[in-house]
Every structure is written in C-alpha cells, then in structure tokens.
C-alpha cells in the first residue's frame, strides 16, 4: 500500500523485519549511507509520489471517479457530438471543450498534488517551550482550562487554539484536517472529490476547478441539447435522433445531475472568496452576527473585488513543509524513534493526559537538551553516556505515539470520524514500544502511520544513539 | 549557514538554552514575528539590535506577501496559464525568501555569531518562530 511509503524507512534501514513492502524504497536498506528526504519520515498522513514531488491525501476518496468521470464525459463528447456539430455548426465548439477540458484537468491535478498549506509540526524544544509559557500563564488545577490564547485582530477578538498533535498554538484561519492528521493554513475543506484538503496554497487551484468544471458541464450539456435538436429537426424525430447518438444520453444525465451541484458549489464559493471566508468559517458561524456580539469578519477588505484579489491572484506562498530536502544523515535513526520517544501528551484524554504528558516531556527534554545541543546543527552525536541515560527517561514514558488529540483540537474540525480508531490503533502501538529503547525502534508499528508529534522539517533531536 | 570561524566554533560549543520568537498576529495572518525582547538574551544582546533584526525581518516578510500590482500580474498570469506557470518560474515570494535567507546569515556572521547566538531562518521551523539558540560563553573565545 502506498499510503506507508514514508514510514517504511527506518525498519528497513535498521534491517529490523520490516513493515510492508517497501516499495518506495529503491534500498531499503541499511541506511545510513542514503541520505533520506524529509517526505520520507513526515508525520502526517499524506502520500508522496515522484520522490516528494507529488502529494495527496492518504485517502485519494473519490479522485479517481472524478478524473473517470470527466474523461468519459469529454471523450464521448468529443466523439460522438463534435463530428456532427462541426459539420452543422463551426469548428470552434471542439476547440473550446478541448480548451475547457485541458483547463479542467490541469487544475484538477494541482489541487489534487499541491500542499494545502500544511503546518510543519513542533519541534520537541518549541513543543516543551510553549508548555512552558503554557504552565506558567495557566492555573495549577489537575484538569488544565482548555488551550486558547486570544489575540485581538483589527479590534477583533480572536481565539486561538493549541493543536494537540501539531504541538503549537494554531495561526489563525488554521485547522487541523484529522484524515491528513496535519494542521492547514486557511483550512477551507477536506475534499473527497479531489482527495486532499484545500488549504490557503490551493485553494485558487480549487476554485479555478469548480469554476472551470461550470463552464464545461454548462458547455457540454448546450451542445449536446443543440446536437439532439438539429438530429431531430431532420425527417426522423427525437426518437431517432436518440438512436443515433445514443451516447449523448449518457451525457445528458451525467451533465444534468453535474451541473445542479457544480454550479451550486461554485456560486458558493464566489460568495466565499468574495467575503474571504472560509468554508470552515462559514459552516461555523464564526463571523455571523448571530452570536451576539458585534462581530464581523477580520480578514475582509470590505470591498469585493480586493477580497477576490486577494483570495485569488494574492502571492503564492511557498510550501513550508520542504519535502524534498534531505534529512541529515544523523537524525534518520531519530526520526523514528522520536515516535516512540515523545510522551503520550495526547492520547484520549486531552487533559488528564496533557498533565502527565507535560511533565514526562520537560523531564525528557531536559535529559535530551544537552545531546541536542551537540546534535543540533547536525555534527554526530558524541555523548553516550547521556544518551543512554536519556533512554532510561524515554523508555518510561514511552507511549503510545500520539493519535490525534481526540477532542483537544479536533474539537472544532469539520471533519473528523477517524479519531476513535486511530487511539485504538495508537494503543496497540504503545504495547509495542513501552520497553523498546528508541534507537532501533523498529518502525513496522508506526507503520499505521500514525506519526508522532513533532517530526517536521529538521528534527535535531539528537536522541538516537546511532550505532 | 556559511562556516564562518566564528560560527563553527559555536558547532562545538554546548547550547544553553533556545528561545523561541513568536508570531504576531494582530495584524492579521500576515507573517510577522514579536518584536518583544526575551528576558534570557536580556545579558547577551543589546535590546536595539535584536527588535532591528526581527523589525527587518518583518519588513522582508511584508514585502514578501505585499498586495500590489505585482502580485496581482503574476497571480492573473498562473491563472490563464492554468497555473502551470508556477511549475517553471520562481515567484516573488521565494525570492524574497532567498534574501531573507541571505539576511540572516549575514546577520548571524556579524553580529550574533560573536555574541554566542544563533538565529534559525524560520522557514526552517514553518514560518512558525524565529528561533535563537544560545550557546555556552567559554567557547566563543574572545571575538
């Protein structure tokens, strides 16, 4: 299966039994003399192609009956209606569907394999620091308030959100998507129909699509009404002119049925990009006036057209979570085992669990601070003996690598049915791990991908013995 | 980052402690970081030359994600060309992101390198912190 082509890695590497195939490993093997790409090791669940070029939700959804779907539509278009309307009409009518088509397509495949805006998680030392600033701010009670800071934006009062998998206090207008397990910028949707979330960097993408898609369904359908016609007007009636062609039918329907929702969708969307709302927003009455107080939306220009701008034709910002760049060759061990390593702040019970969880990390971190330090711009690790005295820490509270923050920040998610089984799957891990010593910790049960915390971009976690 | 003498000798110093500059975000989902000075760079650095660096950041960042004619032509450009536009030219943004790169390293060579800082490009952290690594005294030796 593909979707576990990033975790595959290390057991291989390590020459542990491995997990599944490793298909997207050339050598799965050994590894340290390969240097490893940072997709390879990301912790959310996300599919990698084209050596991190590609990326896709783990669940493509639907996609492949969207793209099927388009193509049968256009290709018995083409067919079946474009001889006869060239030969009645004019010769542009295939050239715009080729051109609509092509349009469609293109931006269907970008929204597909762009990166929403995914936020790269916390690394462990962020991680302990905001705990910190957490601790320090917050009461002393068993059960910590829940995780908000506000900040008050254009004189708007703005709650933001600790991400509990994600180790960081969300940005606003970012929402963690709990079938990619990874916090988006902008979060819009989690979209089964191109099988990846929209998020600020795709979201033009997106739209673009939907619009597009108007376009060509609405095309489609005209011409195909024009083609039964003209057939029809001819001495044989509508009855035959439907035996003749009969694939313009088929097109009928699928164009019928399309074009109710697709324009739906699109006119919603205009709304949205007109207003610089998102979806996510919308649907929870985050601005509406409903709530009381006087609150509008922060973000607006107030002018439709710069907020169409600024939705659509606005910078395009850069992807934060470098798939591609190599990790350095010391911290590929670690990366796994920092599965295993980081405590269970977050399992199911947010709360009860984040005491404990607070506290076994400070200690970790504390103990692991001065082998960082020697790791951290990336020399070899030299120490040890506080390694191994790390891994007596670790092995205590190693836990189950997280599963997403159940309630914690999936509180407000739009989306997020798989929580329960995934801390089901992240409790069989933990037996696994308890008393398996970080550094070779082989991968085969991360290999659910349920990626810890806080493995992003850089991991300089220098707990890894390595050899 | 370049190795500079200086800053390779921070390679083998032991690192103290890491402070994290937070996002600012009253103004929005802009990307600006605190200009608040931290308490534990308080006895290395002057005050007026880390809110210089993090405001020149900020500026680099604005500059970056500006709304202008510029960015205006390019996005209108990627949308006719059906984006695929992107996939061979480098837009604004990643330009301005390689001179803030070269900012902090320059930054990082002059100024804290010397004091036994390290600023971390934030892009490395997801444009999340901007992080300073602070290193033991003795071995930064006498600079």
């Known amino acids: 299966m593909k979707n576990c082509e990033y975790q595959q890695i290390d057991p291989g590497a390590l020459g542990t039994s491995n997990t599944r195939t490793s298909t997207t490993l050339p050598c799965g093997r050994k590894n340290s003399q390969r240097p490893r790409r940072k997709w390879e090791v990301f912790p959310g669940k996300n599919r990698f192609f084209c050596d991190g070029r590609i990326m896709m939700g783990r669940q493509c959804g639907v996609l492949p009956l969207t793209i099927g779907l388009i193509l049968i539509t256009s290709g018995l278009f083409f067919t079946f209606d474009c001889p006869f309307l060239v030969h009645h009409l004019t010769v542009f009518i295939p050239v715009i569907g080729g051109v609509l088509f092509v349009f469609v397509i293109i931006t269907l495949l970008q929204t597909s394999f762009t990166d929403p805006g995914i936020l790269p998680r916390a690394l462990p030392d962020e991680a302990v620091d905001i705990e910190r600033q957490i601790d320090n701010s917050g009461s002393s009670t068993y059960r910590p308030p829940p995780r908000t800071k506000e900040i008050l934006i254009n004189d708007q009062v703005v709650k933001l959100k600790y991400c509990f998998t994600c180790k960081m206090f969300r940005p606003p207008r970012t929402s963690h998507c709990s079938l990619c397990d990874n916090c988006v910028e902008r979060f819009d949707h989690h979209c089964p129909w191109v099988g990846n979330c929209v998020g600020k960097r795709n979201y033009r993408f ?13 095309f489609i359908f005209g011409c195909v009404i024009t083609h039964l016609t003209l057939r ?41 990009v007109a207003s610089n709302l998102t979806t996510n927003e919308d649907i929870k009455g985050s601005w509406s006036s409903k709530r009381g107080e006087e609150s509008g939306n922060p973000y607006t220009y107030n002018n439709i057209f710069t907020n169409c701008c600024v939705v659509l034709c606005g910078p395009m910002p850069p992807s934060l979570i470098d798939r591609r760049g190599f990790l350095p060759p010391d911290d590929a061990p670690q990366t796994v085992t ?41 020399t070899p690790k030299t120490a040890p003996v506080s390694q191994e005295s790390l891994l007596h820490t670790i092995s205590i509270t190693v836990s189950p690598p997280n599963r997403p923050p159940s309630t914690g920040c999936s509180g407000h998610q739009a989306l997020r049915p798989i929580d329960v089984s995934c801390s089901q799957k992240g409790n069989k891990r933990a037996a696994l791990h308890t008393h398996k010593p970080m550094l070779r910790v082989p991968s085969p049960p991360c290999s659910l991908g349920h990626s810890p915390i806080i493995l992003s971009d850089a991991p300089d976690m220098g707990f890894i013995p390595l050899n | ?79 006719l060309t059906a984006y695929t536009i992107f996939l061979c030219m480098e837009t604004h943004y990643e330009k301005v992101l390689k001179k803030i790169a070269k900012y902090i390293q320059e930054q990082n060579e002059k ?27 003795r071995s930064i030796g006498s600079r």
């Not at chain 2, 100024?111 to 005294?137: C, H, Q």
């Open chain 1, 232 to 272: 029809s007007q001819g001495v044989n009636g509508i009855i035959q002119a439907i035996q003749d062609s009969p694939a313009s039918i088929a097109e009928l329907v699928i164009c019928f049925f399309s074009i109710w929702s697709i324009l739906g969708l699109s006119g919603f969307h205009t709304y949205l």
């Open chain 1, 338 to 378: 920092s599965d295993t390593e980081l405590p269970p702040f977050m399992s199911k019970n947010d709360a009860n669990m984040c005491t404990q969880g607070t506290k076994e990390l400070l200690e970790s971190m504390a103990h692991s601070s001065v082998i960082q330090s020697t790791c951290a711009p990336g």
């Open chain 2, 1 to 79: 980052m370049a190795e500079t003498h200086s800053l390779q000798d921070l390679r083998q110093a032991a690192v103290t402690s890491k402070v994290f500059v937070q996002r600012d975000y009253t103004s929005g989902t802009i990307c600006k970081f605190q200009t608040k000075f931290p308490a534990e760079l308080e006895s290395r650095m002057d005050k007026q030359q880390f809110e210089e660096t993090i405001q020149t950041l900020n500026n680099l960042y604005a500059e970056a994600e500006k709304l202008g004619g510029r960015s205006y032509l390019e996005g209108c450009l990627a949308c």
């Open chain 1, 206 to 218: 997106f739209y673009a699509f939907i619009v597009s898609l108007s376009f060509l369904t609405s």
């Open chain 2, 111 to 137: 100024i804290y390198a010397p004091l036994g800082l390290l600023l971390t490009d934030p892009i490395e952290r997801g444009l999340r912190v901007v992080e300073i690594t602070i290193f033991e005294d």
